[in-house]
């Protein structure tokens, strides 16, 4: 296979980052073009001091691309990989755009991480021997193509994925009923909710489920014990794409049962994770699927319930649906989390030399010491207790710094990991409010998650076969909606479904799987 190598001109021995103290590069600054995975990014050393920290201590001048990569369609990014335009570091959904995989590894439109390079980074080594998909990768592909983001720093937080059902307790309350932890359960607290007057004004007007559609609610299918988003693999080693297992006709039974109902939002299967946050928001629906990180639960309380609530505590409302089982007696259960769904890749055309001063800042965003840079410059903006816990430091109103605009650098911070090992820690203050509150509901949904994840296998998304990708193209979200909605049996209707989707590529796609992993074990 071909693929672009970093000539590297000596071996190099094995060192590790020094502390910030002991930092001071007094070499040539490196101009480092990179895309960011957030908001674009401003660097103004003479009045951000934390892009004059990184620049002093690091000798990198970063400069956002011209083009913001991640947050435009992936034929912008292919077409700058193709014309080898893209910047030297930038940002790859490689688990949605597979391409950046398939199609930029074979075809050098990426530069490969030479591993004799990262010995001198001990830290950005373990953590890519540790990523399952990198190590997938290079198996597949004979070598290191990006560096991993994960979530969370910390692997033992979120074990599986991030996702959640918010939920009204105190409409919980009201009618008489406890947290749903079944599909069978969830059916019972949206019909009361439709129809049993929660909030207790005597006027039918509220409802069940609302959301941001078949996306993340799919995730809720793993009760099964069967990745509904992935390939999987039954005990005698056959493959399979997840959504098309027969145990999906269950939940989408008990789905079908709520429409009918009248209990689920009309409009969930088109519906944005923004209409319906406002929705639950409002006070109509008594439950919203969404992220339920740490970090997505304080901005729900905050930003949309609390917002438009201003005269409640939101947690004295709101709860958190972590997992759901299939039957009573059963462990809820929750898609295994996949670390790299956001990546940090170098452009074909990027140097040893800059390709280094990026992983030594890494190596370095990675330390204990590095990772708090997420919370601004120590004395500053943050500082550390006696008793060894961290709590921002604010001003005369009670109000901590917003970093976004004191440091419009800030997302350079932000390449190793999403940080929400920070949200989740309850000896570091993250939040401006309910700080405590969220890290208490965030640790419950993930005892709850973590107890018994569905581990999917990413490998048959990866391999570079056009029979495999464009098999992806069948639209499984938009079938399932379609199945809830319908009037037919739901058996039937899965059936008709599953008989298309093989027709239309999964059936040629699974023999290949099937080949490619015999082949590479």
């Known amino acids: 296979m071909k693929r672009r190598k970093l000539v590297l001109a000596a071996m190099i021995a094995a060192m590790a980052v020094p502390s910030l103290s002991a930092l001071a590069y007094d070499g040539d600054i490196l101009t480092i073009t990179a895309d960011s995975d957030g908001d674009p990014f401003t660097w103004d050393t003479s009045s951000d001091k ?55 590894i074979p075809e050098e439109l990426v530069a490969e991480i030479p591993e004799e390079l990262l010995e001198k980074y001990p830290l950005t080594k373990q953590l890519l021997e540790n990523d399952k998909v990198a190590q997938t990768v290079k198996s597949m592909y004979d070598g290191y193509y990006f560096l991993p983001k994960p979530d969370s720093a910390d692997p ?23 947290m749903p932890t079944t599909w069978e359960d969830l059916y019972n607290v949206a019909h009361a909710f439709t129809y049993d007057d929660p909030d207790g004004n005597g006027v039918k007007d509220t409802y069940g489920l609302t959301g941001d559609g078949m996306g993340t609610l799919r995730y809720f299918f793993s009760s099964t014990g069967v990745s509904n988003r992935y390939w999987g693999k039954d005990e005698e080693g056959n493959w399979s794409f997840g959504a098309l297992d027969d145990k ?32 639950f928001s409002s006070n109509t629906f008594g439950m919203c699927v969404r992220n339920a990180d740490a970090d997505w639960i304080n901005g729900v309380a905050t930003k949309y319930y609390g917002a438009a609530n201003p005269d409640c505590n939101p947690f004295e409302r709101i709860d958190v649906i ?3 089982a299939e039957a009573d007696g059963e462990t809820p259960r929750m898609d295994g989390y996949v670390s790299c769904m956001v990546a940090t890749m170098f452009s074909s055309e990027i140097d040893e030399e800059k390709m280094d001063r990026f992983l030594a800042y890494y190596e370095y965003l990675l330390s204990d010491e590095g990772k708090m840079l997420r919370l601004g410059l120590e004395g500053e903006d943050w500082q550390k207790n006696d008793d060894g816990s961290i709590s921002l430091i604010r001003d005369e109103n009670g109000n901590a710094p917003v970093l976004t605009t004191k440091y419009p650098c800030i997302p350079v911070t932000h390449w190793p990991s999403w940080g929400f090992e920070l949200q989740a820690d309850p ?6 409010k309910y700080n405590d509150e969220t890290k208490a509901l965030n640790k419950q949904a993930c005892d709850i998650r973590n107890e018994d994840p569905v581990y999917p296998e990413v490998g048959p998304l990866l391999i570079d076969d056009t029979t495999v990708t464009d ?51």
């Open 248 to 279: 999906n006709i269950e939940p989408l039974e008990w789905l079908r049962k709520m429409y009918e109902d009248g209990s689920i939002d009309p409009d969930f299967g088109a519906s944005t994770w923004e209409t319906g946050l406002q929705k």
């Open 156 to 178: 033992t937080i979120y074990k599986a994925e991030r996702k959640g059902i918010f939920i009204r307790k105190d409409w919980l309350e009201t009618v008489g009923m406890e």
């Open 427 to 432: 000896n570091v203050e993250t939040f401006d």
């Open 50 to 104: 934390l892009a004059a920290m990184i620049e002093d201590k690091f000798g990198i001048n970063f400069q956002q691309s011209e083009t913001n990569y991640y947050n435009n369609d992936f034929t912008v990014t292919q077409l700058a990989a193709v014309d080898g335009t893209l910047p030297d570091v930038f940002c790859a959904d490689i688990l949605y755009y597979t391409q950046e995989i398939t199609q930029f």
């Open 471 to 521: 098999a992806q193209a069948f639209n499984i979200s938009s079938e399932y909606w379609t199945i809830i909605t319908g009037t037919e049996p739901v058996a039937d209707m899965f059936a008709d479904m599953k008989e298309r989707a093989l027709s239309s590529g999964y059936a040629d796609a699974t023999e290949v799987v099937q080949e490619k992993a015999e082949e590479l074990g």
């Open 322 to 324: 972590p997992a759901l």
